[in-house]
């Protein structure tokens, strides 16, 4: 294995004031739709008594789980010990540090009571899967921070092995626990199954690796760092196998919905007759988010191109959030099942709706969009100060014994 | 000689007015419910809804409620913080209908509070739900995990709100079984509003105190709850659904 050196990049560019300004943009444009959420109250969104989270939810768990997820090519490094990763691991710490901030600032500004933070960090109901969740995104932040720590400083790289498995095994953990706060809900039709953690930490590595695959293009084409064909194509083929992953996981939700016999009024209406939920899903999910990038990665035309990688890997970040979207907003939008057998003929609070509309407004959206112009701001702003970036990327550079 | 008598004769009636008053006070004290005497899970609050006697246009217990805690903020129904709501049901298989109202289910076991962060949403251990609203966070999680869909969140900016029944904008809410009430000896608003109508479809009580109204007729017939596969032992019974 080569002695790979890590650089700051220039940040002289064009490009690395564009991505600051707009980044920089977008987080107040998601502050300002904070005040007024704040100001007005949730009214100015599009939630509401029956789907009471919405696109902010989606967004935030959206960039939870690649936060988790990014970090894969890290402990593909550290813990699977594949020399291939190894420049890319503290980009990939980085990532996941960031990415969590953004995704965390998402789900604190949309707090009924965002000004509560610290009641939140300081009263815990542990019987709670949302108190553990934030005791595990807290400590994810710090054993990442330590991971990386220990990757960069020369003396402490004898205990980089044994941070990359913690934060290996603190991460299973933490997408678990994001799966649970679904998985855990007894009265919904949607959620109440083991199979939403296994299924969110799939989703949170193809997540993770493709927003890691667009990362490590764009600042490559930036900062005009060589990167070969090699260390592209490994992520690329686990990538596929990612999505397959995600693919096997929804499919065994749905066949076992589908089995149960009380849950065919859910499965119909997800897979079926559910209007925008459907079409998200056979359109956003199924299509652009598994076979599309699966034929971009596999297929032998389009297989060598980088530009290939990164639309499979922008689209599995679009079917990705369509998925959560349909599990979140879905979820609630069908009725909850409370007077079994009884058909409501009427109700004054919306029982007898076959579905409960929900429309995100601009505030929500304005939000959601901070979170990922966070991360992407303080990742700019971190290659910038620290050496993250590995100077050559050359097949030959990572690793002498590579044949092409 | 009339004088004394008659100054004897006020002594007298002063004198007991001031020895047995007291005593009157303090024993009325001592059988008032009082919100100093500590709750205890000896009481267990319930209610007891007769499907049967309730009128199905009838939203006395609505307006009562919407008086009683000050939801009168206006938004659009469905930001609306809605603490009891009318349903009306019918049978798939046998076509009966029934009304009822449907409000927090007071379970034993609430999913509500299992699922809470801070521990804002609780179960006192009379078995009343509540929501300590100083360190509710707004995360609305427990409303997804209510399955009877009884909790409302403050969407907007409230006005007017009742000194006796705080509320909290970006906050959860939901019915609280008018515990001040409960706790100074009076029952809930929407029982007393069903009373006053005449109708008499709900009955509050202390479900343990086997010589309760409740207790009694609980005993002698057959009632159900929402969603019984839950098991969550819900203080909101049903008859007659």
């Known amino acids: 294995m080569k002695n790979v050196t890590f650089c700051v990049i220039e940040g002289k560019s064009f490009a690395f004031y564009g991505g600051i300004i707009i980044s920089v943009f977008f987080i107040l444009l998601g502050l300002f739709a904070a005040y007024n959420m704040e100001h007005h109250g949730h009214v100015i969104t599009g939630m509401n008594n029956q789907v009471v989270w919405g696109m902010p939810h989606v967004f935030a768990i959206f960039l939870i789980l690649a936060a988790s997820g990014v970090l894969n090519v890290a402990s593909i490094s550290s813990v699977f010990r594949k020399i291939f990763y190894h420049p890319l691991a503290r980009l990939s710490a980085l990532l996941a540090i960031t990415l969590l901030l953004g995704g965390l600032s998402v789900l604190v500004l949309d707090l009924g009571r965002p000004d509560r933070l610290v009641v939140a960090m300081t009263s815990y109901n542990f019987k709670s899967i949302f108190a553990w969740n934030i005791i595990l995104y807290n400590g994810f932040l710090l054993v990442c921070a330590v991971y990386l720590w220990f990757m960069m400083q020369r003396s402490m790289q004898r205990y980089y092995p044994t941070a990359g498995l913690i934060a290996f095994t603190w991460r299973l953990i933490l997408t678990t626990g994001t799966g649970s706060i679904f998985g855990f809900l007894v009265a919904r039709e949607a959620y109440q199954t083991a199979i939403m953690a296994p299924l969110f930490i799939a989703l949170s590595l193809s997540l993770g690796l493709a927003i890691f695959l667009l990362v490590l293009l764009i600042d490559c084409w930036e900062t005009k760092c060589s990167l070969g064909e090699g260390i592209l194509s490994r992520p690329k083929k686990l990538l596929g196998i990612l999505i397959a992953g995600v693919f096997y996981f929804v499919l065994v939700y749905h066949l076992t919905h589908l089995y149960f016999t009380g849950r065919h009024g859910i499965e119909y209406f997800l897979l079926a007759g559910g209007g925008v939920y459907t079409v998200l899903f056979w359109g956003g999910y199924m299509f652009l988010g598994t076979i599309l990038p699966l034929l971009l990665l596999y297929h032998e035309r389009f297989t060598r191109s980088k530009s290939s990688i990164a639309t499979a890997a922008m689209m599995t970040l679009i079917g990705g959030f369509a998925l959560l979207y349909i599990i979140i907003i879905g979820g609630q939008a069908y009725p909850l099942d409370i007077f079994p057998g009884k058909e409501v003929i009427s109700s004054s609070f919306m029982d007898n709706i076959a579905v409960h509309s929900y429309i995100p407004t601009i505030w929500e959206i304005m939000l959601g969009i901070s979170g990922i112009a966070i991360a992407a701001f303080l990742t700019v702003v971190a290659v910038r100060i620290l050496p993250f970036m590995p100077r050559s990327l050359a097949d030959t550079d990572v690793d002498d014994t590579f044949k092409g | ?241």
Request: hydrophobic share 30%; charged share 25%.
């Open chain 2, 1 to 241: 000689m009339n004088v004394s008598t008659q100054n004897r004769r006020d002594f007298l009636k002063k004198s007991a007015i001031v020895t047995i008053a007291p005593g009157v006070l303090l024993y009325s004290v001592s059988q008032a419910h009082h919100a100093e005497r500590p709750v205890t899970s000896t009481t267990r609050w319930g209610m007891l809804i007769d499907t049967n006697k309730c009128v199905d246009d009838c939203t006395a217990c609505l307006n009562a409620c919407t008086e009683e805690h000050g939801l009168t903020e206006d938004v659009p129904a469905e930001v609306k913080p809605v603490w009891i709501r009318k349903v009306t049901l019918r049978d798939r298989q046998t076509g009966k209908e029934s009304s009822l109202p449907v409000m927090c289910q007071h379970c034993e076991n609430p999913p509500c509070v299992d699922v809470c962060p801070t521990g804002a949403s609780f179960k006192r251990d009379d078995g009343i739900v509540l929501v300590d609203r100083h360190i509710c966070i707004g995360c609305r999680y427990c409303m997804m995990a209510c399955p009877y869909k009884a909790r409302s969140f403050v969407h907007a900016v409230l006005e007017n709100q009742k000194p006796h029944s705080p509320r909290g904008k970006g906050t959860v809410e939901s019915c609280n079984f008018c515990v001040y009430r409960i706790d100074t000896g009076t029952g809930p608003a929407c029982v007393e509003a069903c009373e006053v109508e005449g109708h008499q479809a709900m009955i509050y009580g202390d479900m343990n105190d086997p010589d309760s109204e409740i207790s009694k007729k609980l005993k002698e017939m057959s009632s159900s709850v929402l969603r019984p596969d839950l098991k969550l032992n819900q203080g909101i019974r049903y008859q007659g659904l």
